[in-house]
């Protein structure tokens, strides 16, 4: 697991800007923190070491820009994104399921896949090759960015000055922020059959070795 703290210290704003621009729409940005991030970087806020204000203003853009980035990308490539071969930071599953999803709960699904790893990165796209209005895009993309930016960071900030020695208990606190986001697309991914098939497969082949 990345160490997040030395990591926030070290990279400061622009390498904060820089992890949720590319988690927000580029193909690679899926395994970055996402949620963790902002609720860690929010609690360094709360000891000094950044200023809010500018933590969530920048967050913000970030998150705003590179959703468009990915909007922009889906819609020059389009279709052709899903002929392309699996790779170690590209896997058609993930587009397919955020496909689906998308289909689902429309322009809703670029507030909701916010709080949702991996599927956050590839909706933006999506909303590019489904060749969505722009305006309709960039409205939920805003509102999407306004809430992740600002909530996450301020639950950090406000616990961090709240709860006495809290850095004891930052490490458990952080897991369960990646356990609770990763829980909606689990749960999304094992509604389907063929996906629970095949996890299910998966494990019987590692239980029999």
Known sequence: MFDLVSLIKAAGYLGVFGIVFAE??????????GDSLLFTAGFL???GYLNIA??????????VAGCSFGYAFGRRVGPAIFKRDDSLLFHKDHLARAQ??????GGKALIMTRFMPILRTFAPILAGIGRMKYSTFL???VIGA??????????GFFLGNAVPNIDHYLIP???????VSFLPTAIHILKDKD???????????????
Request: zero cysteines; aromatic letters at 18%.
């Open 139 to 141: 409205f939920y993309n």
């Open 100 to 105: 689906i999803f998308y289909e689902r709960h």
């Open 146 to 155: 306004l809430i992740w930016a600002v909530g996450l960071p301020l639950v």
């Open 24 to 33: 927000s729409g580029l193909f690679f940005g899926f395994f970055l923190p």
């Open 195 to 209: 996906h629970r098939a095949a996890i299910f497969g998966m494990i019987k082949k590692i239980a029999k070795r």
């Open 173 to 179: 606190i952080v897991l369960l922020i990646i356990v």
């Open 54 to 63: 500018a933590l969530i203003g920048i967050i913000f853009v970030g998150a």
């Open 45 to 47: 806020a709360s000891q």
